[in-house]
């Protein structure tokens, strides 16, 4: 398994400093691991992408290294750099899909040149690097106004906390993978905070009400199945976490996702 990190805070904002320090800390943590849950074992490579001052740039050596590399697993970071990702992964893959569990749909709208942690899968569509039709959201649990109205408008696929608790971990997760099985070449991105805070308090965005860690493991395993070609793990922050949980939480999901 080959790992790409990418080693940024650029585009949070500056409400999320410390998330550039995650991918080194989530390696250390996953050494600690030779077999998952299904008795695969854990082999893996990590390479780095070039961090420059400049975020474009930035996002210009992300974009080049994956088709470069062409890595299974991208560490970040915040979740902007999932936008270079897909960029770059729609070059290696026709008719991409992307599949999103987070607790924000991130579909903001922003002035700034480079995408955000706010409004990258805006850009996404709105470029066309991703069609609205090809995106499944897992685990919302707070909008703005824009989001809403945009969620709305183009009918993109949701299943936000509030659906995933009437149906139930396993209802949800049939439905999903039912729904997914039908897309090719898929994406899959992790924002840590889909997880309730209790489980993860290490990331930027504290918002109650998400997912268990063992219900993100079962959701994680049976999306597995489907093969994903190509999965992030974003917005993990050391500097906010509470005895090393959420690394070990993000070591344990790259564990899982080990083919």
Do not use: W
């Not at 040149?113 to 709105?126: C, F, G, M, Q």
């Not at 183009?154 to 009437?166: A, G, S, T, V």
């Not at 997914?180 to 805070?197: C, E, G, M, R, T």
């Amino acid at each position: 398994m080959k790992i790409l990190l990418c080693e940024t805070s650029q585009g949070s904002l500056n409400k999320n400093i410390g998330t550039e320090i995650a991918p080194k800390k989530i390696i250390e943590e996953l050494n600690n691991y030779t077999f998952n849950e299904d008795h695969k074992k854990i082999t893996f490579q990590t390479e780095k992408t070039t961090i420059s001052q400049n975020i474009s740039e930035t996002h210009r050596n992300i974009f080049n290294k994956i088709l470069e590399e062409e890595p299974e697993i991208i560490l970040g970071g915040d979740h902007s750099i999932t936008y270079s990702s897909v960029k770059a992964f729609s070059k290696r893959f026709l008719n991409p899909s992307l599949i999103i569990l987070d607790a924000h749909p991130d579909l903001e709208t922003s002035d700034l040149k480079e995408p955000t942690h706010e409004d990258y899968l805006r850009r996404l569509i709105e470029k066309n690097i991703i069609s609205i039709k090809n995106i499944i959201l897992i685990g919302t649990r707070i909008y703005s106004e824009n989001e809403i109205k945009f969620l709305k408008e183009q009918k993109i696929l949701y299943f936000d906390m509030k659906k995933i608790l009437d149906l139930g971990i396993k209802e949800t997760t049939d439905f999903i993978t039912e729904k997914a099985f039908q897309l090719k070449n898929i994406y899959l991105s992790i924002d840590i905070d889909v997880l309730d805070p209790a489980f993860a308090p290490g990331t930027g965005y504290i918002e109650p009400g998400g997912l268990t860690t063992r219900e993100l493991i079962y959701l994680l395993q049976r999306i597995n199945k489907l093969h994903p070609k190509m999965i992030d793990l974003v917005e993990v922050n050391p500097e906010k976490d509470i005895n090393n949980t959420t690394i070990k939480v993000a070591a344990k999901i790259i564990s899982e996702l080990a083919s």
